[in-house]
């Protein structure tokens, strides 16, 4: 099937950093979420985007919605402790895919 | 509080022992959805739903069944559970489909031994 390949895999950084991942899929889609997981729980929408070349904010957050409508980009500013956790892109209307996650760890 | 509610969190069965996880939402949505994820592979769609009496197949339907009877439930059922189906399960729901993004609800982690 479809795959969303999601880079880093893992990360570790000190607190205050920024932070950027990115999604990528060998097929045009017409929307890209984030999600993010905390541990023991289920996945919660951070952001969604709707058009190619789209920034879209949510307090620290700001996705990007790639121009080649295959890839995604996430930047956290200024990480604080409780941005630990994995994040997820993913894609679909009812068929969904998600992306393979990239967990962070954000030493104090 | 708009929820979707899964139970159980925790179970640990047998193989080949029947079980049905259950799932139900508080929001009126229609679309419907269930998950599993295990490390490394992320998470895995099993079957979806988009409305009452309406489910199809994701990309993991084999040893699953799901029904949508009612709009606010959509349980998952193991008919005959083996050990490579030990995983942390996720259902999840949405007013519009995946692109509006779904709620999910806290998982249930299941072990079949």
Redesign the interface.
């Known amino acids: 099937?479809q795959q969303l390949n999601q880079s880093p895999q893992s990360m570790f950084i000190q607190e205050g950093e920024d932070v950027s991942m990115n999604c990528t899929s060998s097929s045009i889609f017409?929307?890209w979420?984030w999600?993010k997981q905390d541990p023991?729980?289920?996945?919660?929408?951070l952001i969604?985007l709707?058009k190619a070349g789209e920034l879209t904010s949510n307090g620290r957050l700001t996705a990007q919605f790639g121009i080649t409508r295959k890839d995604s980009f996430l930047n956290i500013s200024a990480s604080i402790p409780s941005d630990v956790g994995i994040y997820?892109c993913?894609?679909?209307?009812?068929?969904?895919?998600?992306?393979?996650?990239t967990r962070l760890k954000v030493l104090a | 509080e708009a929820q979707v509610t899964q139970n159980p969190r925790y179970l640990i069965t047998v193989t080949g022992k029947k079980l049905t996880v259950t799932c139900s939402q508080n929001m009126n949505h229609e679309y419907m959805s269930w998950y599993r994820q295990d490390p490394g592979l992320g998470l895995r769609q099993i079957y979806y739903s988009m409305n009452v009496e309406v489910t199809d197949k994701g990309d993991v339907p084999e040893g699953y069944k799901v029904s949508r009877k009612e709009k606010r439930n959509f349980p998952l059922i193991l008919e005959s559970p083996s050990p490579n189906q030990t995983s942390l399960y996720f259902c999840a729901s949405s007013l519009g489909g995946g692109e509006y993004g779904y709620t999910f609800g806290s998982g249930t982690r299941l072990t079949v031994v």
């Open positions: 099937g017409n929307t979420l999600y023991g729980e289920g996945p919660v929408l969604a709707y997820f993913a894609v679909g209307t009812y068929k969904y895919i998600f992306g393979t996650g």
